[in-house]
């Protein structure tokens, strides 16, 4: 089992930036992969990034790439997520999901999943 909450949401203005969180316990969060989805009003679960148990594979989605970047601290248990130049249409509740296999995670067919945290961007 993993237990995962998000932290970090809030409101902010196009162009601006935030730092999502995201805290695991449970089992070693060393041996999983782990990522962040989201999902925007009326729309559905979209993969946002995702990180290899090691952080030696990151992959993006393309609507990102560039400007997000995405880390872990196996020490600490965290995993985070930078966004920078922050658009209207990122606006969504961001969900930090994790598995063993990266292509599960990425695919969205985790297992563990955290609560949500909301970002909203201002135009």
């Known amino acids: 089992q993993v237990q995962l909450v998000e932290s970090g949401g809030g409101f902010v203005q196009a162009g601006g930036s935030l730092r999502l969180s995201c805290a695991a316990s449970?089992?070693?969060?060393?041996?999983?992969?782990i990522g962040w989805f989201r999902q925007a009003p009326g729309k559905e679960r979209e993969f946002v990034a995702v990180i290899s148990p090691s952080g030696g594979s990151i992959y993006y989605a393309e609507s990102v790439e560039g400007r997000f970047t995405i880390s872990r601290d196996n020490a600490k248990n965290m995993l985070y997520l930078q966004m920078n130049s922050l658009r209207p249409e990122d606006t969504a509740v961001y969900y930090c999901?994790?598995?063993?296999?990266?292509?599960?995670?990425?695919?969205?067919?985790?297992?563990?999943w955290g609560q949500g945290t909301q970002v909203t961007v201002s135009s």
């Open positions: 999901t994790a598995d063993s296999l990266i292509i599960d995670v990425a695919s969205g067919r985790g297992n563990y």
């Open positions: 449970g089992r070693t969060f060393g041996s999983v992969a």
